[in-house]
């Protein structure tokens, strides 16, 4: 194993950082606020924190996710296999990235893979539904296996072949992406043509997309989970309404299912913390339903 404790450590505090961004966008991205007067300054202080971490994140995420980095890492996932296990040890790998110790982690990524499997069973939403809650972040395995940094593994997600949206986090930092000086890539349709189907559209590269492309073929998971695991990160078409021009009519169905999903991947981390020894037979019974034994990665 190439990634230490501290690298894992890192991809985590990013990753915990986004969320916390994306929980406190919810409410008051580009609000008048007026946190700052009603809420403790502890609140105001992690709300800094997290903003100023994940701006510099976002800052190398758009200006390196150009559409020829994005080609290169799908050529570079369809020609190599990175391992061959099953769910529950990938489950158990990815939470070999993280030091259960660290303080400015919240909870482990079995813990939140977990809550958001149980905040789902808990609402008595359908099988297939808890086992997307349980494996949606497993493509952040992506940082164990030979990702360029944590840019390209998580952050929310974005269109790649045309013009950058403004309802994307930072856009200004796209300024130093080349494509954004490309005479095709930075036009509004750039490489598309008007309402073709985000299923002909490249977005960024990372967790999402590479999970995407991993279970599509290997399970028998609905289309519904496919699109809550490939476009939970893609908070600018989910959550801002941006690229309505490129979508179809599929991607309503696809929309719909990745809003449901998204309180509980959000909003589950304050939960009752799991008991993952005691969870495991029911989830294995699960995953076996919709997964074989082993897939490649
Ligand atoms: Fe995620
Ligand atoms: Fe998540």
């Not at 069973?121 to 809650?133: A, F, L, N, Y």
């Not at 986090?169 to 750039?190: C, H, L, M, Q, W």
Request: glycine share 4%.
């Amino acid at each position: 194993m190439t990634v230490s404790f501290q690298n894992g450590r890192d991809l985590d505090n990013t990753s915990d950082a986004v969320d916390d961004v994306n929980v406190l966008k919810g409410k008051m991205w580009d609000e008048e606020s007026e946190f700052d007067t009603s809420k403790d300054k502890t609140k105001f202080r992690q709300y800094e924190d997290a903003c100023d971490r994940v701006k510099a994140f976002y800052k190398e995420q758009h200006e390196k996710q150009t559409v020829e980095f994005n080609l290169k890492a799908r050529v570079d996932f369809k020609s190599r296999k990175r391992a061959h296990m099953g769910i529950w040890e990938a489950m158990e790998m990815l939470n070999n990235l993280v030091d259960d110790s660290d303080p400015d982690t919240s909870v482990s990524q079995i813990e939140h893979l977990l809550q958001t499997a149980e905040a789902i069973r808990r609402d008595g939403k359908p099988e297939w539904m808890q086992v997307t809650g349980l494996i949606h972040d497993l493509g952040k395995l992506l940082y164990m296996f030979g990702s360029e940094g944590q840019w390209d593994v998580v952050g929310d997600t974005f269109v790649v072949g045309c013009q950058f949206s403004e309802k994307i986090i930072y856009p200004e930092t796209f300024a130093a992406n080349p494509d954004s000086k490309d005479a095709v890539f930075s036009t509004r349709y750039g490489i598309y043509k008007p309402y073709c189907g985000l299923d002909n559209v490249m977005l960024s590269w990372g967790h999402d997309e590479y999970l995407y492309h991993v279970v599509k073929d290997q399970s028998s998971l609905p289309e519904e989970a496919l699109a809550m695991i490939r476009y939970h990160s893609f908070y600018p078409w989910h959550r801002e309404d941006a690229y309505t021009y490129l979508t179809n009519e599929k991607d309503q169905k696809a929309l719909e299912a990745v809003r449901a999903f998204n309180p509980y991947d959000l909003y589950s981390k304050n939960d009752e913390p799991c008991n993952a020894a005691k969870l495991r037979p029911y989830y294995e019974s699960l995953i076996a339903k919709f997964f074989p034994p082993t897939i490649d990665w």
